[in-house]
């Protein structure tokens, strides 16, 4: 699996991410501009030793990262999609796309993948879940599906 982080602001949820990716054997890309240094002791401290583990890539722009998949599925999270993530049939090398904290997925990107849109169902009251629990909820629903390969 490839998870895919757009623009993201805070090292601790990156850090958080980083680990998760690391023990279930994902890939983790990473698209500018970031909001912190990749030197940041909170996102070092986050993702403890698990560093070395970690299948990490670096984009300058999301059209980049797709360019260098043409034959990528995407599937993009935000509160405003109609599909529930539970009611995909993810593939091993699918691309699970989050946005950063304080503003989400741009518009543009949304409203250009609707059909790939999905959402985490959640109280309607409350903004959103966090960056972090938000992308392992999603990621072991995916390796779930497919009998979670590789992992012990």
């Not at 002791?41 to 560093?51: F, P, S």
């Not at 990262?65 to 599925?73: D, F, H, K, S, V």
């Not at 993009?76 to 904290?101: C, I, M």
Request: aromatic share 12%; net charge negative.
């Amino acid at each position: 699996m490839h998870i895919v982080l757009v623009e993201p602001v805070i090292p601790n949820n990156t850090g958080n991410i980083s680990r998760t990716c690391s023990v279930t054997g994902s890939a983790l890309h990473l698209v500018r501009p970031l909001g912190f240094s990749t030197d940041d002791a909170h996102l070092k401290r986050a993702g403890l030793d698990y560093w070395q583990y970690l299948d990490l890539h670096y984009w300058d722009s999301f059209e980049e990262l797709r360019a260098a998949y043409p034959e990528g599925r995407f599937f993009f999270a935000s509160t405003r999609a109609k599909h529930n993530y539970a009611e995909v049939e993810y593939r091993a090398d699918d691309f699970l796309v989050f946005g950063k904290e304080t503003a989400g997925l741009p518009e543009e990107l949304l409203a250009a993948n609707e059909e790939t849109c999905i959402r985490i169902p959640m109280a309607p009251e409350v903004r959103s879940l966090n960056l972090a629990n938000s992308v392992a909820i999603v990621l072991y629903e995916a390796l779930r599906q497919q009998g979670f390969p590789g992992l012990a």
